[in-house]
């Protein structure tokens, strides 16, 4: 079973970036998502993509964040830019149903 570790939190300001890394065991077999689970809210998905290169977003991305697979196909990025307060979460990655531990985003503002 692949394993995934998180990595690229911090504390940033308002309109500031990030890029977080999830780094598997193992190349993905097909397809890896970024979800994040906000306080007091249930996780929510926030954008995915595929080994044949197929990208998608949620809706409230709006052009902010961009997901990409390293050529090993075994770290999934997200770069988030232009960061507001309301991104403040803890961002899980996960393939085939596995979940990393998450990586806290708090954004001041």
């Known amino acids: 079973q692949v394993q995934l570790v998180e990595s690229g939190g911090g504390v940033v300001q308002a309109g500031g970036e990030l890029k977080l890394s999830c780094v598997a065991s193992m190349p993905i077999a097909r397809a890896a998502t970024w979800y994040r689970q906000r306080p007091g809210h249930q996780r929510e998905w926030v954008a995915g993509?595929?080994?044949?290169?197929?990208?998608d977003y949620a809706p409230w991305v709006q052009g902010r964040f961009t997901i990409s697979l390293n050529d090993a196909k075994d770290t999934i990025f997200l770069q988030m830019k232009n960061l507001k307060p309301e991104d403040t979460a803890v961002y899980y990655c996960?393939?085939?149903?596995?979940w990393g531990q998450g990586t806290q985003v708090t954004v001041s503002s």
């Open positions: 993509i595929n080994t044949g290169g197929g990208i």
């Open positions: 996960n393939e085939e149903g596995v």
